[in-house]
Each structure stands twice: as C-alpha cells, then as structure tokens.
C-alpha cells in the first residue's frame, strides 16, 4: 500500500493477482482503475509520477501502469554474481569503518556461485524505489540495478549494476553476498541509496559515483557495521570500560563501544551463542554456547579462546563485581569457578525449575537466583548454602535486580506484578496494569527501577514503588525487552529484544528523571 507523492488522496495497493488506485472522495476509497490481463504476482510497486506505476513480479517483470493503463514492460534476468572484483584491496577494505577479527583469511573478491553449471534460478523483483533520473529494483539475491528513463522507444534502459560486498569477517562469506534486499530508499538530495535484506543488515551507495563506475563494477558499504542476523540471546555491560558485549544465535560475539558508538571486536563461531558477560577489566568475556561455556580473551583485533567448561546449553552466566569468580547455570545447578585458577569451587543446589536469572550482590558474597517454578533463592557463597527463599508457584519468574546492598530483591515475572521481597517475604506487589513485565534492572543509587515489558516498552519507576501509575514509559522495540542493563556510571540503560540488535540507550540525568 502506498500514497501518491503528489496526491495523498491516492492510494496504490498490489498483491498476488491484483492492481488497484483507489482515490478518496466524498467520504469514501473509490476504485478508478479496471484491472485487465493475466493477473500477477505484485511483489512490490513504486509511483514514477503523478500517474505512473511501476510494479515488481515475482517472475522478474517490470509493469508500469500510467493512468491505471498498462504503459511499459520489460523482463529482467537473474544477475550472477562478478567473477573478480575491480577494486583494490585498499578500497574495498575501506568500506569498513571499524575494526573486527576473522578466524578465515581476508579476501578481497566477491563470491561466485557455487556451481557454474547449475542452472539459473528465476529472478524476482522483491524491491524496488524510484528517483528523479529513474528507479532503481532488486531482481537477484544481492544486487540492484539501476534504471534510467530514455528518449527512445525503450522507455527506461539498465544503467548499473551495485551488488552487496562480500563480508570479509564471515564464516559464510557466499551467503553474505547473496542475501534478498527487501526495501529500497534514496535520501531526500538522492546522494545516498540505503537498502535492507533479509538479513537484518544496512547497506549504502554513494549516488554520486555512479557515473563514474559505469566500466567497473560497484559495490555497496556498510551503512554503519553489520549488525545480528538472527536472535540476540545475550547483552552486558562492563564495570571499567565503555562497552558491551552481545551474541546471538547467529553464532556471532560483539563488543560494542556505547561512547563512541562503534563495533569494536566482532566474531563469528561455529556454535550458537546463548548469553555472554564481560569481565569488569573488559579483558575477558564468558560465552555459553551450545556445547560448552567458553573463558574468552577480548584482544586488539581478535577473540581468543583461553579456556573451555564442560557446561552444555548454558543459559545464564555472569562474574563477579570483583571479577575473580564467575557463575554459570547448568541445568538446574549453578556453578560457581574461580576466574584465576578456573575451578569449580561450589555448586548451588536446590532449584527444581528452569534458572532464568542470577545476580551478584555488591560484595560477591551472595548470589540470588530465580527459576520457572515461581522460587526466587539467595545463596551463601562462603558457606555454599541457601540462606533464604521465597517461593510464589503461580508465577515464571523471567527477571531479578538487586538493590546496591542486597537487602531488596525486584522480581518480575508472569503474574503481571513487579515484586519487592526482602527476608524471604513479598513486602510490596506494584501492579503493572494488565502487561507482562520481561526484565528489571535496578539503579546503583537506589531511586530508579527500570522495567521491561512484552509490549516493547521501557518503564522508568520511581523507588519506592506505589500502586499508582507513578512511572514513564517508552515505546522501544515491536517485540518484547528480553533484558535491561545499566552501565555502570548509571548514565545509561540498555535493553534489547531478540530479533535484531534492538539496543537502545537512554541517558539519565543526574536527578534520576529519564530523559531522550
């Protein structure tokens, strides 16, 4: 569906078997066009004018419509990636802005297909936008072509092909190249073409070069730095630097500097990733992957593996504040090692549900853990004993924070109440009005609780709690906040859902009012 540029009363709608304008008048959508032909697969359509239409098939033609009338068509093959790419290694490798690390050798050319004999796959037009000198489609995995409007009977030729770069740092590099671009969009002066794939990634174009690229082939950069590709699974902070970490079970680690707002270190892995925290150095970095809990070395350009735990599918991981212990959740046992010499020293035993959170008291000598069955336990590290609990049955607690001396627990979980407990009782139940709170976070300074919900929103609430809506909140995601995490200053809280790197920062003003 889309509006005509020159006229918003106008509107465009296409799908499988059908080209319709509607125009709004006398209070209702009035069709005014009639359909005639072989219906169509629409994929995507754009307005060239005030009249025309260009539509994108599923079968690679292209369909302007002026006036509702059909105008022009052409078909477009399938593009096949170059053979060799026309850059210099100094070039390509200037798209990339920032600094990561491979475990593969850096390749300055583009992937070909696999196969030379095999045959052509149908092409497909799954994008497409229009600019002043023309449009500009996708009609393979991984290129868009450009269109420029002609004086001749051809009413638009193809000008230039822009294919995406080969990621240097993937353990796939082919796939990189061959992902769909599922939108389109040129910047307001048409400087800059930016397209998105089915990847969750960003590209851009210099427009400007286009005419100086018609002999050679052109490639798009990064818009910023590649981004997850698949479910986040984990965030943290680190306590002495400026950065975070993420994984995700696209088997990729990131450190990302949140004052700078670059990516620093980027790593892809041959296992899935499931949650991941940073050493308060920021030297080191725990990862739970599929097979076993990995002590990772964060160096200048690269990642390295330092040590391996025989801890399968670990969910939940985290050091200490001090950094000299770290815990590990292990079914339904939480592991507690040593970060110099790395054995196990205690094991936490007592949960019957699944564990979907552990937090560290400010001195390291508690851990507080909470699990599926509705138990929320402190633990006795010197002893290596339960010190208290409070079980509610109806409730899966997704989430715990702790007050900066551990005397308060903040609990949320499926019962739609953010929970105060304190000596193994519920003190205070503030209702959250008829929404699922996902994830808490509690500030150093103890005014603030920061809370997540399944609608996507951040809730900044003022400590103590009361039973009125005594709280902002903030749209930020389409799906729900999986975790929230403070930096350590308290200047900034992150948070994040699964299906995209969806971190958003929040500055916090000195007097705990959030502001953005």
Not at 196 to 213: D, E, I, P
């Amino acid at each position: 569906v889309s509006f005509n540029p020159q006229d918003n009363a106008q509107v465009c709608l296409t799908g499988n078997g059908f080209f319709k304008l509607f125009k709004y008048t006398e209070g209702a959508l009035k069709q005014i066009n009639l359909q005639k032909g072989a219906p169509q697969n629409y994929l995507c359509h754009a307005w060239l004018s005030e009249e025309e239409v260009i539509c994108g098939t599923d079968t690679g033609k292209l369909i302007v419509f002026k006036s509702g009338e059909l105008h022009w068509e052409t078909s477009v093959e399938y593009k096949k990636t170059p053979s060799e790419l026309d850059v210099t290694a100094e070039e390509y490798e200037s798209l990339y802005a920032f600094s990561l690390c491979s475990s593969s050798p850096v390749s300055c050319e583009p992937a070909s297909d696999n196969n030379g004999s095999q045959q052509d796959f149908l092409p497909q037009i799954t994008a497409i936008a229009a600019y002043s000198r023309g449009f500009a489609c996708s009609s393979s995995p991984g290129v868009v072509v450009l269109f420029e409007k002609t004086k001749e009977k051809e009413l638009y030729k193809e000008s230039q092909e822009i294919w995406l770069p080969r990621d240097l740092f993937s353990s796939e590099p082919i796939k990189s190249v061959r992902q769909d671009i599922i939108s389109i969009c040129f910047s307001p002066s048409e400087e800059i073409m930016v397209v998105q794939t089915n990847k969750n990634q960003l590209y851009m174009f210099t427009m400007l070069t286009a005419n100086l690229t018609k002999e050679k082939a052109a490639y798009f950069a990064y818009l910023n730095f590649p981004l997850h590709s698949a479910s986040i699974t984990g965030l943290d902070t680190c306590i002495w630097k400026p950065i975070l970490a993420s994984c995700s079970l696209d088997r990729s680690v990131r450190i990302w500097n949140y004052k700078t707002n670059t990516l620093e270190l980027y790593k892809e892995f041959q296992e899935e990733a499931y949650t991941v925290s940073l050493h308060p150095t920021g030297l080191f970095c725990l990862v739970g992957f599929s097979e076993k809990l990995r002590f990772i070395s964060l160096l200048y350009e690269d990642m390295q593996v330092f040590k391996e735990f025989p801890v399968r599918k670990c969910r939940e991981c985290s050091f200490s504040n001090g950094g000299h212990l770290f815990a590990a959740v292990n079914g339904n046992v939480i592991q507690i090692y040593s970060s110099i010499t790395f054995e196990n020293i205690n094991n936490l035993k007592g949960h019957s549900g699944k564990i979907h959170a552990l937090k560290w008291s400010a001195d390291d000598a508690k851990v507080v853990s909470c699990d599926t069955h509705g138990a929320v336990y402190e633990w006795n590290l010197l002893e290596g004993k339960r010190e208290s609990e409070c079980v509610r049955e109806s409730c899966i607690y997704s989430s715990i924070a702790l007050s900066s001396d551990a005397k308060i627990i903040f609990a949320v979980g499926s019962d739609q109440t953010l929970k105060e407990i304190s000596e193994s009782l519920i003190q205070h139940e503030a209702p959250t009005f008829g929404v699922v709170c996902t994830a808490v976070a509690a500030s150093h300074s103890g005014h603030m609780v920061f809370v997540g919900t399944s609608l996507g929103t951040i809730r900044a609430m003022k400590y103590p709690l009361r039973l009125m809506r005594n709280f902002n909140e903030y749209w930020a995601h389409a799906g729900a906040v999986t975790k929230v995490t403070l930096s350590a200053s308290f200047s900034l809280p992150y948070h994040l859902h699964t299906s995209v790197l969806a971190l958003i920062l929040l500055p916090i003003s000195q007097h705990s009012v959030l502001k953005l």
